[in-house]
């Protein structure tokens, strides 16, 4: 059997959604799983892909539906303990480590997507740091090229909003302004 | 060309595609329209130009977190456990009813007789392996496998994956009921006495009904010691009888008791290098446990056997 040929697809790919995936979550062991378990299912189900298929774009899908998933289960438990009254302890952990992590590389941007609504957010990454079509973003979020392209929009105008008077060419070098 | 002048709210999505380099020619011309007369809007734009700008910059950057490097070892070490565990099946309708087709990296693993559609994954998970439908990996083998039920092949060389084997001793009895060739057939007691437990036969018939790879591992080329086709696929005597009709067996007493028809096959006794018809010394009189038959000559040669030196298969073939 010809598995040979899913290495080669780990070893191009594996980076990049590890990468996408640690931009979107906000933990970073959530990336660390999230992206395993893309390439696990890709694995079980890559003998259905039709020959000449876009295997990025069918990772980021797969991804993003993983991505979608976590997220609403996630939202289920935090709302399951604000009901009970519970401090949810683990979101707490990961709260200074991500704000560590934004601090570090202060990226004024980046501190803007992780607080967006998780479509825009997926549509936006996917779109300007990964360079994906609209129609492979569509795929991916269930949705049309035309709604993930206002999923994009959407986002730029949040992070122009979220800039204000910022002075951006000091975003791209992460100094944060007072 | 001034037809409407749109507000600055309306034409911003305008705008952020001008910015973003992906407007189409009717709205770059009405923002154009709009910045002619809209110095805000001009430095709006400005700005999303540079955000876009910034966006390189963020390409370039390296994602928060650890880095893929230990997340990507950690998924080869999971792949790896998956590839052993992982059977890729496809459910077909064959000559025989439904049947569900089975491979692991290592080779084929499982072939089962369904009884409907539906359930494939679920007696694959009783077996304890993870099951995923993929019907392209599998569809080949099938293939085979109708190639082999219409006749026009006479082996299955696939590599196979016994692990589904249930215990040391099921593997053994495969192993040994494997190198059964195509038109041969052997008894419960045959089998046991190669693995060298002679009393085994009742464990060997067990072994057999239990056999994760039925057509591919031919235990329906054994049988009773007197013959009888017992046992196959539950209770299915029939396919039993399809699959050695198939392989030039003759046999007796159709309906609910079909058995090897005695007279019609060919003998080799024990370790023998010979074979003979049912006619030769006291054959006829033994128990069908101390042979291994054969549907014509042309099977018992081609298992490397020679003709017997006192009964002459080869001047009195039985009737064929």
Redesign the interface.
Known sequence: ?A?QA?EAV?AAH??EI???L??VTRR?SD??DL??ET??RA???H??LAPGANVRAWLFAIATNLCRNHWRSEARRRRAHEAIGHRDERQDAGGPE?EA??EQ?S?K??AIVIALPLKQRLAFTMR??H?LDYDAIGQSLDCSAESARAHV?QA??K??RG?GDLA??Q???GEPSA | MTREFLTCREVEPDLIAVAMDEASPPAAQRVDTHLAGCAECRQELGRYQEIEGAMTGLRRAPAPGSGPTLARAELEHRLADLRTRLVRYGVFESALGPVLIGATEQGVSVVEYLAGRGGAGVKLARRGAEAVEDVARTEGLFRDLTEYLEGRRTRLDWPLDLRLAGSDFQRRVLEATLRLPFGAVASYARIARELGLPKASRAVAQALRHNPLPIVVPCHRVVGSDGDLVGYAGNRIGLKQQLLSLEGIHMKGGGRSPHVDRDAVYYCHLDDTEYCIPTCGTISQQSLGNFIVYASRARAEGAGLAPCTSCRPDLHPLPA
């Open positions: 059997m598995d899913f780990v594996h980076g590890h990468r996408y640690a931009r970073p990336a660390d992206s395993q390439f696990l694995y079980r189900a003998g259905g991500m992590e934004l590389a990226h941007i980046g300007k740091i360079e929009f730029l105008r992070i122009r800039l951006i060419a975003v791209g070098r």
